[in-house]
């Protein structure tokens, strides 16, 4: 179905999520349309503010609110919908169009295999009422399922469509595009060059995977690496808790702007632990750039203040190789917590492929690695 109808038939005029390739037709429709706009459409941190700014949407206005995400959000939504949304508790009304990565039957990578068996179960387990949006599906039944929705709506119920892959589609192509010129691969490329036989923790997304190519074409092995291929937003708390069990060892973490955002709690946690053998290197592309380059909030944000104001000791902006290296071998040499924010252009290669590894093999391996270290 054309995304134009499909929000036209939902008929609200409030969008808040987190972007999702596979919603990537409604993503860049609502950019489109809207750009980010405080009355009509924002990107979030992550699903639980989602539903959050939702509901205060709704408190203001009496109107019914739209969240979406990828499933994967289904963790960070479950704590305000059982106890914000509820009936039991403020019975507060919204539409969730939630992209299923992972479907039964579906091949996906291994984040999304377990999260999508358990999507739909979730969401009944939450009492949000479930319909599946193929293909297949007409405008009509969407209209009779919506004004089923609305009856629910009406009674503080909460609603759901799951997306299937390529039920939407969307015909206007939309490029996202910053002001910077280092690309994500070559940042980690001189990452891995200064790391040396140090363990690295790659954020989720193309930077693992970046990670793991870049391995194979320097005939490197994989145990270096813990690839942190869902869990977006916490590899830089995993990157805490092998720092501090590896004192003698530099440790260095793989992030990302759309992931320090989504659990920004955690710069604040290692900033007041300030383990000093910790690298935190944030690529900062301003952009969701693994589903589609979508933006973040993170382009105007001085991540360098914040992480001084943390308790980082060593934190330091660069926007060329020049200074990102000279960045890289301070923090290579220096004691004491580091963050380097390294500005970057959106995109990533075309080939791009995957990891040929298993996530278990990952793990036994670094696991191994640690052991010696
Ligand atoms: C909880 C959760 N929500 C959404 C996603 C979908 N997702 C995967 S990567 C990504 C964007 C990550 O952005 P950023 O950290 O800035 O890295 P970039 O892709 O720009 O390199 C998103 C939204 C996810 N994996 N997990």
């Known amino acids: 179905m054309k995304v134009e109808k499909f929000v036209e038939i939902v008929g609200s005029d409030f969008y ?13 429709y609502l950019m489109m349309k809207y750009g980010i706009n405080k009355e009509h459409h924002i990107i979030a941190a992550n699903e639980g503010n989602c539903v959050a700014i939702a509901a205060g949407y709704h408190l203001a206005t009496g109107k019914i609110p739209v969240v979406y995400m990828q499933n994967s959000g289904e963790g960070n939504i479950i704590n305000p919908v059982a106890s914000l949304l509820s009936g039991k508790v403020y019975a507060i009304p919204m539409i969730f169009i939630i992209g299923w990565r992972g479907e039964p039957g579906v091949p996906d990578e291994p984040q999304h295999i377990f999260q999508g068996e358990v999507t739909i179960k979730l969401l009944e387990d939450m009492g949000i009422q479930a319909f599946v949006l193929t293909k297949e599906t007409t405008e009509d039944k969407l209209t009779d ?30 490029k996202y595009e910053n002001a910077y010129c280092m690309k994500r691969e070559e940042i980690i490329e001189h990452i891995v060059q200064v790391s040396g036989d140090d363990p690295i923790i790659s954020t989720t997304g193309k930077a693992s995977r970046e990670l793991f190519e870049i391995r194979e074409k320097l005939g490197q092995g ?8 869902g869990s977006m937003g916490h590899s830089s708390s ?17 992030d990302g702007d759309g992931a320090v955002l989504m659990h920004m709690g955690a710069l604040a ?30 382009e105007s944000l001085d991540i360098v203040s914040m992480a001084i104001a943390c308790g980082y000791s060593y934190a330091v902006s660069v926007d060329n190789t020049r200074d990102l290296e000279r960045a890289l071998m301070t923090a290579k040499t220096n004691v004491g917590l580091c963050l380097i924010e390294a500005k970057c252009a959106i995109g990533s290669r075309d080939d791009l492929g995957r990891p040929t590894t298993s996530a278990i093999e990952n793990k036994n391996m670094f696991v191994e690695y640690l052991k010696g270290l």
């Open 269 to 298: 946690v290692i900033g007041a632990t300030a383990p000093e053998n910790l690298v935190h290197v944030v690529i900062n592309n301003g952009a969701h750039e693994t589903v589609g380059g979508m933006p973040t909030v993170a």
């Open 145 to 174: 399922i919506m004004a089923q929705y609305r009856g629910l709506l009406e009674l503080g119920r909460n609603v759901a469509f799951v997306v299937r892959k390529g039920a939407l589609s969307y015909d206007a192509k939309v």
């Open 238 to 254: 995993i990157a805490l808790g092998v720092a501090i069990n590896k004192p003698n060892t530099k440790v260095w973490c793989i």
């Open 16 to 28: 808040t999520g987190v972007p999702d390739s596979q919603l990537k037709p409604l993503c860049n």
């Open 222 to 229: 994989h145990q270096y690496d813990f690839l942190t291929v």
